[in-house]
């Protein structure tokens, strides 16, 4: 599946009207930080804070972005900071189909098709789908075909009762682990189509039981000791078992790019090695 275009994902989730003060006053709380820590962390003052946030005083484009930054505030909500106490947005927001953008595109893509036969997949802030290899493909084989009418969200295929769901061994574990891994996410930007997305998804029926048994593998193969909670998925009659990593970029200067994130599928045990390695031979 090659890179798909990338335009504005989502607004800002803050109202630009509100005022800055307010705004930086809403993340400090949130990330439990107090006014002194703040001050001392910009080199500033915790009066001069407290005048920010009670609009007594304008903080300077400079400031605003070094509150932010060590409010640890997302890219997308610093313009929005911005945009608050009257200055333009610091972050441009490019599309992923932009020609600025073909080095990291054919980047993304080189790196997930050199994954294979593994899985990989790239997706936004909201887990669509923005590219994935065959990897992946080969594993939602059997997915109700709307769910595979673009855009694609990996949180719809993987829970969906119609999607990966049914497949999936170790269910119960795995949409715990996805639904504890989305809250703390709208914990850290309060994304309202986060929030909706994560709404729908927990609201899908959990299978009654789980067939088979967690550490299963093809044809009795030993139980595997895993070093991580493991994605254990039903694939042509054998148990596939799979570590998952997320990476994201390091100091994004573009909101695109922030949101962005590679998800890798590590094969956990060695009967998931030789099978994948069978259909690549």
Do not use: C
Request: hydrophobic share 40%; net charge negative; aromatic share 6%.
């Amino acid at each position: 599946m090659a890179l798909v275009a990338s335009g504005p994902t989502r607004p800002s989730t803050h109202p630009v009207g509100k005022g800055v003060g307010p705004l930086l006053r809403g993340w400090r709380e949130q990330r439990r930080v107090s006014q002194l820590e703040l001050a001392l962390r910009a080199d500033s003052s915790a009066r001069h804070i407290s005048f920010i946030e009670t609009g007594r005083s304008r903080p300077s484009e400079e400031m605003v972005l070094r509150l932010a930054e060590h409010l640890d505030v997302p890219v997308r909500e610093r313009n929005a900071l911005l945009l608050a106490a009257g200055y333009a947005p610091h972050y441009p927001e490019t599309p992923l189909d932009d020609p600025s953008m073909d080095a990291l595109r054919q980047g993304m893509e080189r790196l997930i098709q050199g994954y294979e036969p593994y899985p990989a997949l790239v997706v936004d802030a909201t887990y669509t789908v923005l590219a994935a290899n065959r990897g992946i493909a080969m594993l939602l084989e059997g997915v109700r075909e709307s769910l595979l009418t673009p855009p694609l969200n990996a949180m719809r295929l993987t829970l969906h009762p119609e999607g990966l769901a049914p497949r999936i061994r170790n269910h119960r574990a795995w949409r715990d682990h996805l639904l504890a891994q989305m809250e703390r996410q709208i914990a850290l930007d309060r994304s309202e189509p986060l929030r909706a997305l994560y709404e729908e998804v927990a609201a899908y029926p959990v299978p009654e039981q789980e067939q088979g048994h967690e550490g299963e593998g093809d044809g009795g193969v030993e139980p595997v000791a895993f070093f991580a909670l493991p994605l254990q998925i039903e694939h042509g009659g054998r148990v596939l078992s799979f570590i998952s990593s997320i990476s994201t970029f390091n100091t994004p200067m573009d909101v695109t790019v922030a949101e962005l994130a590679i998800e890798t599928f590590l094969p956990a045990d060695p009967a998931t090695v030789k099978y994948l390695q069978s259909l690549v031979s």
